[in-house]
């Protein structure tokens, strides 16, 4: 089965690096799936969980957003932060949520800060669902 580098990027380092069969984003039009040999494009990513198929198996990585590269010879994804569900501290995770949860019941929609609050909820959502899959 042929392959295609997989690099995932953050401002701090690379959390992933290595040849994969198949990569699966979701784009701000949703979810993209990318084998070797794609056509090369960029897209914005939204907050969610990288799923990479690698010889039969399948690995995830959360991502709080960044951009997709794709070309003819590697996939670059640079996250504002991306962990691999080993890293998650789950209990953080858990109160992070509940956090954003308690905040949002507070603060009415037309809140500038709710939009922040918000976006942190799916961030801690999607650090969950990576930890719990493992």
């Known amino acids: ?30 979810e993209i799936g990318i084998l070797p040999k794609h056509a090369p494009f960029v897209t914005p990513l939204v907050i969610s969980v990288v799923r990479i198929k690698k010889d039969g198996t399948e690995q995830e990585v959360a991502i709080s957003g960044g951009f997709l590269e794709v070309n003819p010879e590697k996939i670059v994804i640079l996250a504002e932060s991306a962990e691999l569900p080993a890293e998650i501290d789950i209990d953080r995770a858990t109160a992070a949520k509940e956090r954003a949860e308690r905040y949002l019941a507070k603060i009415g929609a037309e809140s500038i800060d709710f939009r922040r609050a918000e976006l942190s909820l799916q961030r801690a959502i999607n650090r969950l669902k990576a930890a719990i899959r493992k």
């Open 1 to 30: 089965m042929s392959t295609i580098r997989l690099e995932i990027v953050t401002p701090e380092r690379i959390v992933y690096g290595e040849e994969v069969n198949m990569v699966i984003v979701k784009g701000e039009l949703g």
